[in-house]
T-cell receptor, first 114, second 107 residues
Framework: EAQVTQNPRYLITVTGKKLTVTCSQN?????MSWYRQDPGLGLRQIYY???????DKGDVPEGYKVSRKEKRNFPLILESPSPNQTSLYFC?????????????FGDGTRLSIL | GENVEQHPSTLSVQEGDSAVIKCTYS??????FPWYKQELGKGPQLIID?????GEKKDQRIAVTLNKTAKHFSLHITETQPEDSAVYFC??????FGAGTRLTVKP
């Protein structure tokens, strides 16, 4: 089954404690991205990756890091989380072999930073 | 960069009625307009999309219209059912999303 898998689904942690949210896709997609979803603001892009070892900032990259060492994985790293990063996070992937393809989303990771 | 505005933010309809959600965008170069449905506890899922060489597309009870001159596009759901209740997002290009519309269909 084609899917994007995020882990963990829920996490409560404290300010300053480094955390990583993993994302994996099994569709051999070139493009992967991370979004955060906040009430009234919709989905805002944090970082994206066009392919292995190619990453770039989205609209709200401050406080986040990513890496793309393998095509299937795109982890999101919060090195020193702060309460304003409490949010619902989504990883997504899409094919870039043809233009204008929809994104496939994971089921989300709800992060609470105390 | 691209700016997408979506209205209304909430919409409540009776079962069987139609629902319309509207979006406007700013970048005239945008040429791909997907719509996603997000159910509780899930990620957004594509329900329909339209490309700029087409003015309208229909899939059963769902249709999307695009007016490139006015830079707006709309989602139309006819004969709504309770299972249509969800949050709907429009997007212009692959990555730029509207703020979402929470649709409630009352039985």
């Amino acid at each position: 089954e084609a899917q994007v898998t995020q882990n963990p689904r829920y996490l409560i942690t404290v300010t300053g404690k480094k955390l990583t949210v993993t994302c994996s896709q099994n569709m051999n997609h070139e493009y992967m991205s991370w979004y955060r979803q906040d009430p009234g603001l919709g989905l805002r892009q944090i970082y994206y990756s066009m392919n292995v070892e190619v990453t770039d900032k989205g609209d709200v990259p401050e406080g986040y890091k990513v890496s793309r060492k393998e095509k299937r994985n795109f982890p999101l790293i919060l090195e020193s989380p702060s309460p304003n990063q409490t949010s619902l996070y989504f990883c997504a992937s899409s094919s870039r072999s043809t233009p204008n393809q929809p994104q496939h989303f994971g089921d989300g990771t709800r992060l609470s930073i105390l | 960069g691209e700016n997408v505005e979506q209205h209304p933010s909430t919409l409540s309809v009776q079962e069987g009625d139609s629902a319309v959600i509207k979006c406007t965008y700013s970048d005239s170069a945008s040429n791909y307009f997907p719509w996603y449905k997000q159910e509780l506890g899930k990620g957004p899922q594509l329900i329909i999309d339209i490309r700029s060489n087409v003015g309208e597309k229909k899939d059963q009870r769902i249709a999307v219209t695009l007016n490139k001159t006015a830079k707006h596009f709309s989602l139309h759901i006819t004969e709504t059912q309770p299972e249509d209740s969800a949050v709907y997002f429009c997007a212009a290009s692959t990555e730029r999303f509207g703020a979402g519309t929470r649709l409630t269909v009352k039985p």
